[in-house]
Nanobody, 124 residues
């Protein structure tokens, strides 16, 4: 069973940056497409960005374009997302997820494994 644990969230000021990490255990993530989602208070979960198992391709939702950068280190069984120029509207719980179905390009694709989330709070 693949287990995912996010870290790196916290309280930052507007304009700041964060790098979130998603550490996997139980299985190697090298065969899974990975994604980051977020859920703001009172809102539904939102797809942000995904990366192909090889790291060779990425897909960004409009919410993630320009300020989010996803990357992965399969040798470390870890996926990252760098967020710059943070805004108050980025405040959310950020989740990483894994799919074995090769559907990183599909924001509505099926993701079978999820982490518990890490809170990002951006103060104005």
């Amino acid at each position: 069973q693949l287990q995912l644990v996010e870290s790196g969230g916290g309280l930052v000021q507007t304009g700041g940056s964060l790098r979130l990490s998603c550490a996997a255990s139980g299985r190697t993530v090298s065969t899974y497409d990975m994604a980051w989602f977020r859920q703001a208070p009172g809102k539904g979960r939102e797809f942000v960005v995904a990366i192909r198992w090889s790291g060779g391709s990425t897909y960004y939702a409009e919410a993630g374009m320009g300020r989010f950068t996803i990357s992965r280190a399969n040798a470390k069984n870890t996926v990252y997302v760098q967020i710059k120029s943070l805004k108050p509207e980025d405040t959310a719980v950020y989740y990483c997820a894994a799919t074995p179905y090769g559907s990183f390009w599909n924001p509505k694709g099926r993701y079978d494994y999820w982490g518990q989330g890490t809170q990002v709070t951006v103060s104005s």
